[in-house]
């Protein structure tokens, strides 16, 4: 990994991603507490719940990725080609 981006995801990311996870564990749990299921249904409830979270990661973070590129890609001029 580029060492500049190493050093971005450390001080960064890093632990913004550390809280979020721990706090989306939080409201699915909080979530699950009051229905009283057994312990298959919970599961099943967590799974899908994880699941949501994976693809809606996966989409945010491939938006972030064209945004990147978009904004670091070389400005490419128009030059119409005009026939006289």
Not at 23 to 34: G, I
Request: proline content about 5%.
């Amino acid at each position: 990994m580029n060492k500049t981006y190493e050093w971005l995801y450390d001080n960064y990311a890093k632990d913004l991603l550390a809280q979020i996870v721990a706090e989306e564990q939080t409201l699915v749990e909080a979530t699950l507490d009051p229905m009283d299921l057994p312990g298959s249904q919970r599961l099943a409830i967590y799974d899908l719940l994880t699941d949501l979270r994976v693809h809606s990661g996966l989409e945010i973070f491939t938006l972030g990725l064209q945004l990147g590129i978009r904004l670091t890609a070389p400005c490419m001029g128009f030059k119409p080609n005009i026939v006289q």
